[in-house]
């Protein structure tokens, strides 16, 4: 669908060349953000959240878990965002806070995601017995409810060091993105150009790598960035119930410590406000831009207009054709 | 009948799955953790409780098969042991009372947002691309990714504590006592409002995308021009034609919905202090009640898993085809 939409604007896309499925879907992704207004809202977020955590040292004013500020204070020109309970400066904190809280869902993201492909797409490549036993493993995992298994995890392991948590979210969040993936490839592995590059005596790697992936890169970018959503709420979840590193500052942290440290006692606000946000708003800006790869592996889900003149024609004839029955 | 079998022996597997789980876990994790519970607690139990609490978690010279009989035949007379924090009460007593809670909680929130959602996305694809239809799928988006534990203390906030509109705890006024009558249930349902709203906000944006782009799929579908080219009104398209076949994929939408709303309970009556399981969970982890936790853990996902089954039944009921090839 995307081949057909490449228009002299986009003159530099190699059309010809091999790997002209991959570019149709990483460019035709990009094509569609550009675009859909939706996209571009949610990339704009996604790149001011990314360079919060990036810059965190530099912007944050403040230790986040320095506490020789007055306690309690509404927000003002010293402490933008006020200061908790325990004289801490929340701004500082919002801003630490996005920078760990990011490493987690990437980092848990990354790790469930692996999960995902290995599980889900390369048995499913191969078919027969083992991916029978790999799908039945996956629908499995994806009825066990997911926060109560990592729930449990935590409690046991006794460590909340980040690496930890990413590893126990990680380890936790595959099975429904696996799933979709196995049924991508098995749409996508007798396709007639997968079959093209068998008859020519390609490897089952070469396949793999240079005719499946670059189909999947949307589906793929979009299993990731679900990961990512995932990830942050499970960690801010865990973190809630007094199961994460609350010496750390993490969006999840913040709102732990606003509910135990008396922030709806005291009507402070400004205390539980930033935190939540932050993964509010951090998660729109994923699924917005989600949206846009939606477009791309749905063609359907991007047409202004169910009926166009052809489409009226042709319902004409169906129509024409039962009354002479 | 054969549809109903393999559903039947997929829930038989996943239930297995969870139950070795349960049993897996403590002995997988470096240095038993429940040693240090039975260190803990060692002055409080008596010799044959914890005894028992050995057994059940693996501090024995028992072999690991042994154990594993152990467990399951334990598990199959309905033996959860006992709690250490509500010592000498069973876990079973404690589930007893507070998973009628949850699921009341938790049901009637998953219903009202499964509707709620549906019929928000059947309008939003009569509008698509139009700003109802814009507003709409971000919106929902958005609410999809507040966190539950956030949306509660901020309703908390800001209805309970400044406006003093609604209880700030527990699901029952305290000067009652639980009884089938009118009175009490009108304070159970008042106690339960925020809870209730925190689930479903989040929950709607999941139902409505779904239904939406399935009716925008179905839209696109040529039995929907023939009706429109012989004339049935829109209202009649988008209902009678395209909903009720869009709705079809949206049954298997619940798997998924159950998870994210188990997920959002547990977080949701731990705010509110609603007695439910969720509650009793965070209970157990702050007291490193491993037997209780093992309990809850296993009781939350066996009822995931039946009602799981007990959606792909209906699935199979009301889609033919689902029983021919079988839903994943």
């Known amino acids: 669908m995307a081949e057909m939409t490449v228009n002299d604007t986009n003159k530099d896309l190699p059309n010809d060349s091999p790997h002209r499925a991959r570019t149709s879907s990483l460019f035709g992704w990009i094509k569609v953000m550009k675009k859909n207004r939706k996209a571009q809202v949610g990339f704009i977020i996604f790149v001011g959240f990314i360079l919060v955590g990036i810059l965190a040292p530099v912007i944050a004013r403040y230790s986040p878990t320095a506490t020789n500020f007055p306690p309690l204070e509404p927000p003002n020109a010293q402490h933008w965002f006020g200061t908790t309970g325990l004289g801490q400066d929340v701004y500082a904190q919002f801003v630490w806070g996005t920078r760990s809280s990011l490493i987690v869902g990437f980092g848990a993201s990354a790790i469930s995601t692996l999960f995902a492909v290995v599980i889900g797409m390369y048995p499913a490549y191969w078919g027969g017995y083992l991916d029978r036993v790999m799908a039945t493993f996956t629908n499995v995992f994806i009825v066990i409810p997911g926060l109560p298994l990592m729930i449990v995890a935590a409690a046991y392991v006794h460590d909340s060091s980040t690496l930890t948590m990413m590893v126990i979210i990680g380890l936790t969040g595959w099975a429904g993105r696996a799933r979709v993936l196995r049924a991508q490839i098995l749409t996508l592995r007798n396709r007639e150009f997968v079959w093209a590059a ?61 509910n135990n440290g008396g922030a709806l006692l005291n009507g402070a606000w400004w205390w539980l406000l930033p935190g939540g946000l932050g993964i509010a708003m951090f998660g729109t800006s994923l699924a917005l831009m989600n949206f846009a790869l939606d477009e791309v592996t749905n063609p359907r889900l991007r047409q202004m207009s169910t009926l166009s003149r052809d489409r009226i024609v042709r319902a004409w004839h169906a129509l024409r054709g039962e009354s002479f029955q | 009948m054969r549809y109903i079998l393999d559903r039947l022996g997929f829930l038989l597997i996943s239930a297995w799955a969870a139950v070795t789980i349960n049993f897996i876990l403590p002995r997988l994790m470096p240095g038993n953790p429940a040693l240090l519970m039975v260190d803990r607690y060692q002055g409080e139990l008596g010799p044959r409780a914890l005894a028992a609490i050995k057994l059940q978690f693996g501090i024995t010279s028992q072999p690991m098969l042994t154990q594993y009989w152990h467990y399951l035949g334990n598990l199959l007379q309905g033996h959860l042991g006992i709690s250490l924090t509500y010592y000498p009460v069973s876990v079973s007593h404690i589930i007893a009372t507070s998973l009628p809670w949850t699921l009341g909680l938790a049901g009637t929130a998953t219903v009202i947002a499964a509707i709620l959602g549906t019929l928000l996305g059947i309008f939003a694809a009569w509008k698509r691309n139009l700003r109802t239809d814009s507003i709409l799928t971000t919106g929902t988006t958005f609410t999809g990714a507040i966190p539950h534990q956030y949306l509660g203390l901020l309703l908390l906030l800001i209805l309970s504590y400044h406006f003093h509109w609604f209880p700030v705890a527990h699901s029952y006024s305290a000067s009652m006592t639980p009884q089938w009558t009118f009175p009490f249930a009108e304070t159970v349902v008042y106690h ?68 994210f709303v188990v997920g959002g309970v547990l977080l949701v009556e731990v705010v509110f202090s609603y007695p439910g399981v969720g509650y009793q969970l965070f209970t157990a982890v702050q007291n490193e009640d491993y037997p209780l936790m093992q309990g809850l853990f296993l009781i939350i996902s066996l009822s995931v898993l039946v009602l799981n089954f007990l959606v792909d039944l209906l699935y199979g009921l009301i889609d033919p085809r689902a029983r021919r090839t079988g839903v994943a």
């Open chain 2, 192 to 259: 339960s409002l925020l809870p209730a709203v925190t689930i479903v906000v989040p929950g709607l944006g999941g139902w409505l995308l779904h239904m939406r782009n399935n009716m925008i799929q179905t839209l696109g579908d040529d039995y929907i021009v023939f009706a429109q080219a012989k004339g049935v009104s829109p209202r009649g398209v988008m209902l009678r034609h395209a909903a009720r076949n869009a709705l079809l994929p949206s049954v298997t939408n619940f798997a998924m919905a159950i998870g």
């Open chain 1, 198 to 258: 068998r008859l020519t005596g390609a490897s089952d790697r070469r396949i793999l790598v240079h005719e499946i992936l670059p189909n999947m890169l949307s589906l793929f970018m979009a299993s990731l960035m679900y990961g990512i959503l995932g990830a942050i709420l499970a960690e801010a979840g865990l973190e809630f119930l007094g199961l994460g590193n609350l010496t750390g500052v993490s969006w999840g942290s913040m709102l732990y410590w606003a």
